[in-house]
């Protein structure tokens, strides 16, 4: 019996303070995102994707992005990544000076339509533009495909779909792509099957996954991944976020349970855990709520 | 790139009645018990582990094991088992004609001390006698060891002292043995580790694995036991049962979260998951406090 053996070094691309704040009702104060982004800066993260530049009314809680972009401390080592929807996001990212610019767009034409009033077509030629400009400004850019594994509208999403746009997101000029389980609904039967197509045709440091724990699969999706070669994990400190279509659902798969997992595993990921869970309790205490991950959830009772 | 098939069918042991209620606070009435045992037994579950008949002072949750056995109505197919400590349990457990008996034993010795005021050699002794007598009258007899990835009091637990006890339980006469990471910190390089050892010595099929989600490890703990080749897990409804070294903690993998992976990856398990979740919400109620499972919490949301 042979078997895959697992990667040496992981990747953690912490999204928390875009996709774990993005879905809570809470807005946490502009000073106190700064203080945390800048405790998430000291616990050996290499990336950090700290906000979003969408139209501030589509999304309240993220409404003081270019003061957070503006005020935080960067660390060296550490890339600072946004999310960006369009041109008038990018030059506010810009503006803001910015590491690196994060675009999505959705494999399910109507999560699409619903997330950001455009076609799937109508979004790539959009984000042609801004990744092109991104790239004219010496910026890099990641892709995200959301709903990848299935969609609350539609159900069944088509792996001929993501491979399309996997494909189109890379020929814009991404550096990586982010494969998103947006409503949690992923296994790791489909992680493999996808992941042993799309592997065919990129490299795995090229591919990220970003799971959501709504079934309590996250963390057995990630295994899945780890098996494929996959060496870059998104993920939200303390379970932050929430499925935007479930509220009170679990959400991000939880940073600090992610890496609870992995350097048990004896895999690096350079990352401080005691610094990392000081953090998701500064966030905790915050929200003013019990975080969702095990790890804190633990550490709480202990 | 070559991977182990996952099995085509699985058996869960639906341990919630008895590992999951032992470590509520909250006393559920008899009658409720019953109740909950008769939906479970209408979902297609083969295997439920009922009660407990250790000495009602050590676990008054369970003081009423007597009662329970006597009144489940028992259904086709379904093998209702208890646990029992010692001869003063097993002779209770016969008087109410349980199916099966399971007999249990810590791999450290400082737990097993804790736990039932044994050293490991003295429990040996006396599980001896208790499987002996089982077999006698003519019950099959199920063996677990608990923190075989981990001790809360001695951290380390030895795969030599798991192995120890595995040849010592199989010697007695166990049918399946039970591998349990009693306080949830196993993780899936382990679990690969130990199964690869003990897989050289027993068939697949006589080994169970019982996992804890407290690190929110458990799922991908059975996906690499899946991929180990095996096919008996134990869980608990809702994720019922909490960590009893850290109250609050999550305790035992929900079986709607296992059902929810299994079948989503096309690996049979015969049971109907609107009846499963029926039963949780059954028990959330009496419980009256929100059950900790991804399912449950995704469908009070919905």
Known sequence: MTFKQFPEQVFIREVGPRD????ESKFINTEDKIEWINQLSSTGLSYIEVTSFVNPTWIPA???????????TKAPGV????????????????????????VFISASETHNKKNINKTIRETETVLAEVVRESITNNKSVRGYISTVFGCPFEGNVEINEVLRLTDSLFEM????LSLGDTIGVAN?????????????????????MHFHNTRGTAMANVLASLEM???????????????????G???????????YMLSNMG??????????????MFMQDKMDKPLDSHTVKYRMNN
Chains 1, 2 share one sequence.
Request: aromatic letters at 4%; a negative charge.
């Open 188 to 208: 790791p039967l489909q992680v493999r099957i996808l992941l042993e197509e799309l592997l065919k045709r990129y490299p795995q440091e090229k591919i990220a």
């Open 229 to 247: 070669g996959i060496t870059k994990f998104d993920s939200s400190l303390g379970g932050l976020g929430g499925c935007p279509y479930a509220p």
């Open 62 to 72: 993220l409404s003081d992005a270019d003061s957070v972009v503006k005020q935080i």
């Open 267 to 280: 895999i690096q990921t350079n990352i401080n855990a005691e610094k990392l869970l000081s953090a998701a």
């Open 249 to 259: 659902a679990s959400g991000n798969l939880a940073t600090d349970d992610l890496h």
């Open 173 to 176: 000029g991404i550096e990586e």
């Open 79 to 102: 890339t600072y990544a946004a999310l960006v929807p369009n041109m008038r996001g990018l030059n506010r990212a810009l503006e803001s000076q910015i590491d690196e610019v994060s």
């Open 20 to 23: 774990g704040l993005q879905n």
